[in-house]
């Protein structure tokens, strides 16, 4: 494996377990996450961990080099060229303003108050504001009975995801429903080609099956896999299978990414 020539996304359970101690030595512009996995980190935040939870969040943004601060709507959305998404609108320029308040705050008490004048939120909201992340990816997908949207992911998904796009664009744009559409549809750049597979494999694998409430959380990380030179970092069992088999993508444990990358250094 060359690991130069590769890049490494660290989902959600690879920010909370791999070592502190790590993280100084995996600084990488190879390295990335997301404004989704460290929001799922930061949910269930309370007095008692908010310390362990700073401290983390600070190690995070000091290391890892790389953010994608987009949403997944916002990446579901901006895979079509035709959406020009206004930065003052934008939900991820909420989310970074929202860490940095976390990471400056002296105390629980002082984030506390912080957020309840930057945001009109308390502390205890934190999971308020995932959850709304996931209710806008349930109401951008139309159903949430999933497993029916994954099938009709499989037969079009850039098809499938045009429509509601179009609903978006409808009101600010002349041309009729069929002429808008198809415009929509060709300006599909090709970057949730990952995330497409992962859910076509899902939908086959697990169909008969009742789905786990995480598994559209879990699916949603492979939208920020945008080629098959990504590898995802995760000790989720399900999700690796996911990535592996659906999207063919090249996953790792944190054990076994930490020992591959200190065997690089310097290399």
């Known amino acids: 494996m060359n690991f130069k020539r590769s890049f490494y996304y660290l989902e959600t359970n690879a920010l909370i377990n791999i070592k502190s101690s790590s993280f100084y030595k995996i600084q990488s512009n190879q390295i990335y996450t997301s404004s989704f996995a460290i929001m799922e ?20 943004l000091k290391t890892v080099e790389n953010i994608d601060w987009y949403t997944p709507i916002e ?26 308040k976390f990471i400056d705050s002296k105390s629980y008490e002082e984030l506390n108050e912080s957020l309840e004048n930057r945001f009109d939120i308390k502390i205890e909201e934190i999971d308020k504001t995932y959850y709304y992340l996931n209710e806008l990816i349930k ?33 600010t744009n002349d041309l009729t429903n069929e002429e808008l559409y198809q415009k929509i549809l060709y300006s599909y750049d090709g970057t949730c080609n990952v995330f497409f597979d992962c859910c076509k494999y899902y939908f086959y694998e697990y169909s008969n099956k009742i789905p786990n409430k995480n598994d559209l959380v879990d699916l949603m990380h492979s939208i920020y896999l945008i080629n098959k030179a990504c590898y ?22 944190v054990k076994d990414f930490e020992e591959t990358f200190n065997k690089n250094i310097g290399t």
């Not at 980190?41 to 190690?59: F, G, P, V």
């Not at 970092?233 to 996953?251: A, E, F, P, Q, Y």
């Open 139 to 171: 109401h951008f997908i139309k159903n949430n009975e999933f497993i029916n949207d994954i099938q009709k992911i499989f037969v079009c998904p850039e098809c499938f995801f045009a429509i509601n796009v179009q609903e978006i664009l409808q009101k």
């Open 75 to 100: 990446k579901l959305q901006l895979m079509y060229k035709v959406i020009n998404i206004n930065e003052n609108n934008r939900y991820s320029k909420y989310l970074k303003s929202f860490v940095m």
């Open 41 to 60: 980190m930061l949910k269930s935040t309370n007095i008692n961990n908010y310390n362990h939870r700073k401290k983390r969040l600070k190690l995070i």
């Open 232 to 253: 995802m970092i995760t000790n989720d069992k399900k999700l690796t299978r996911i990535c592996k088999k659906g999207g063919k993508i090249n996953t790792m444990i």
